[in-house]
């Protein structure tokens, strides 16, 4: 299995909107959560598309857990919903992730299922965005198409 | 520094970094986003802050002390040898904070930001440092 086997199912970016929306950070409807923190951005809502159900961890980490990792306020509204949006399609049965956020700017997520371990960083700067997959703790293969996660995942979840 | 402190880091040197005890997974393996430069604008210290052990030593510290310093509570010391670190291709200088002795720089030799995959490969020859444990 490699990474180059996920590239063409990937989802285009444009499946995803992202709109702003006024709110204090609220849960919309089961298809759509929205971020928000204070300042003049005020908040961004990640639309999903009708077939997505997200994991239930999603909400609660993007909106509480990674800005609470986030010591320094390094990270840009725009960075949280990018990273919403690559975890927003994972099957439900995904389990939660080890994260954090790192000196340089940028979201980490990762997880070790079995023999696979499969990363993904997002940042600040959309060029340091990356996924990288490994089997047995081998060399790390790595893509910028972070948009694979889901197929990915799907493919090495337990049934 | 010390007369005895060489410029250069000996190839044996441990090559401590702090880590976030919740960054440390339940195998012992600390997350890839440790192992991070710091994003500074204006570039004066865009590196990963470690320590060397023989400066520390010369001070008349120990990795105790280094833990302590941050908060034992909250933090922990991984340890690298600096050979290991080259290998891997990185580059190590020193760089006195007034914080604590033996501080020192991590950084990709061609100074490139350090890629996904090599934070997850610096998080694979890892260790707690073996005086914490």
Redesign the interface.
């Known amino acids: 299995m490699t990474l180059a086997e996920f590239e063409g199912i990937a989802p285009n970016s444009t499946d995803v909107a992202i709109a702003s929306a006024n709110g204090s950070g609220t849960l919309l409807d089961p298809k759509q959560i929205r971020i928000s923190r204070p300042g003049p951005d005020a908040s961004v809502s990640t639309l999903l598309r009708p077939e997505q159900h997200p994991p239930a961890w999603v909400e609660r980490l993007v909106r509480e857990e990674i800005p609470a990792k986030d010591d320094y306020g390094?990270i840009k509204l725009e960075t949280l919903v990018r990273f919403a949006q690559a975890c927003s399609a994972l099957p439900d049965r995904t389990p939660k992730p080890?994260?954090?956020?790192?000196?340089?700017?940028?979201?980490?997520a990762?997880w070790?299922i079995g023999q696979f371990?499969v990363?993904?960083?997002v940042g600040?700067d959309p060029a340091?965005d990356?996924?990288?997959f490994?089997v047995d703790?081998g060399?790390?293969?790595?893509s910028d198409n972070v948009g694979i996660l889901p197929a990915l995942m799907l493919s090495i979840l337990p049934d | 520094m010390a007369a005895e402190i060489p410029d250069e880091i000996p190839p044996d040197c441990t090559v401590y970094r702090l880590a976030k005890k919740e960054?440390i997974?339940p195998?012992g393996t600390p997350?890839?986003?440790?192992?991070?430069?710091?994003?500074e604008e204006d570039g004066s210290s865009n590196y990963?802050s470690v320590f060397f052990s023989d400066e520390i030593q010369t001070a008349g510290k120990s990795v105790l002390d280094l833990q302590q310093a941050w908060g034992a509570d909250k933090y922990t010391v991984l340890a690298f040898r600096a050979a290991d670190l080259r290998e891997q291709g990185e580059r190590l200088w020193r760089d006195a904070i007034d914080e604590f002795p033996g501080h020192g720089a991590c950084k990709r030799a061609n100074s490139a930001?350090?890629?996904?995959?090599q934070?997850?490969?610096l998080a694979?020859i890892a260790r707690v440092a073996p005086e914490l444990l």
């Open positions: 390094l080890y994260y954090g956020v790192g000196d340089d700017a940028t979201i980490g990762e070790d371990h990363g993904i960083q600040n340091l990356s996924i990288i490994e703790r060399e790390p293969e790595e | 960054d997974k195998d997350k890839s986003s440790c192992f991070s430069d710091k994003a990963m930001n350090r890629t996904l995959p934070k997850r490969n694979k």
